[in-house]
């Protein structure tokens, strides 16, 4: 059987000398997913790792993470040192925690992070045609290749062909542009031939996914045949995007169908901002910003741990 997911080796520079692409190419074999949940802030960073924490000690094993910034929340928290907060904590624990510069739009930026660092990155060319993604993506791969052999260290690449939506952020309606109908869902052929030219690690589909959650909480049923068919088409992992709002059953499908990471940020999004919002005008008084704060962290934190026993069949 043809496999384009290349083999990880160990690795010097990641806790036990496990790299994330060792990581991802267990989550396959075992039939889980690795969580990835984005940061804006110092909150979301200790919600992410204290959640893995009580996640790995109820399940007698490690459960690895991944924190994801988009380009707007690398910029709020600043891009090299949210690398540096992933680091210390990294050195202090040696618990598998993982840095992803999500949707990341234009070569200068994938540069960036790759420069500083980060452990995987994602180019999104969605908004592109199929040929620019490919040569776009392409000049990524290259560079991001080059630098990871140069510092003995591995950069795991995804990219994504269908569009689903930009914002997280709860949704009155679909997103505009996004057509969750058949037709519209990323097609097999396609993701090989764009995972073919590329050389990318990974894949983000549109399988019946949106960005955001629609208000209610409750996303549609995701296209469970159509994940089973780009996955066994590329050979590559599936990355599910716009987890937020998806029910339990339907992430049990998709990591059986070969999904390999789930990102969810909306769910912590709304979760943060009711929290914050409750202690605030429940202290009115209170001025101490982390006392303030304190809420925030553990209302992400009790989405997270849930997420992450769903992902890792941890019950
Ligand atoms: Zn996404």
């Known amino acids: 059987m043809f496999n384009l997911f290349k083999k990880g080796k160990p690795c010097t520079t990641v806790p036990g000398g496990k790299s994330l692409r ?18 804006s802030n110092i909150e979301g960073f200790w919600a ?5 924490e009580v996640v790995s ?72 045609s199929f040929d620019e993604n490919v040569s776009a993506t392409r000049k990524c791969v290259q560079y991001a290749r080059s630098v990871a052999k140069a510092q003995g260290r591995d950069i795991l690449i995804e990219a994504e062909i269908g569009f689903i939506g930009k914002s997280s952020k709860v949704l009155d309606g679909i997103p505009e542009g996004v057509k969750i109908s058949e037709e519209f869902l990323t097609k097999p052929d396609e993701a090989r031939a764009f995972a073919v030219a590329t050389g990318i690690d990974m894949i983000a589909p549109a399988v019946g996914n949106i ?28 990355v599910l995007h716009g987890g937020s709002g998806n029910s339990a059953d339907d992430f049990r499908l998709a990591i059986d169908a070969g999904v390999a990471i789930i990102h969810v940020n909306t769910e912590l999004r709304v979760a943060f901002r009711d929290a914050l919002l409750a202690q605030v005008s429940a202290h ?19 989405v997270i741990e849930e997420k992450l026993r769903t992902f890792n069949k941890v019950r």
């Open 211 to 238: 960005h955001g959650m629609l208000k209610g909480g409750k996303d549609p049923a995701l296209n469970i045949a159509r994940v089973s068919e780009i996955s066994k088409a590329t050979s590559l992992p599936l």
């Open 57 to 128: 000690h109820e399940a007698g094993r490690q459960i690895p993470v991944i924190i994801g910034v988009s380009e707007g929340e690398r910029d709020f928290v600043g891009v090299s040192q949210v690398r540096s907060l992933v680091d210390s904590y990294r050195a202090q624990t040696g618990n598998p925690v993982f840095l992803n510069a999500d949707h990341t739009y234009s070569f200068e930026r994938v540069k960036e992070v790759v420069d500083a660092g980060y452990d995987a990155f994602i180019y999104d060319g969605t908004e592109q």
């Open 22 to 39: 060792l990581w991802v190419e267990e989550a396959l074999e075992s039939k889980v997913a690795i969580g990835h949940f984005n940061i």
């Open 48 to 52: 992410v790792v204290r959640a893995a």
């Open 284 to 302: 009115p008084d209170e001025v101490a910003p982390y006392k303030i704060m304190r809420p925030t962290v553990e209302a992400m934190q009790k």
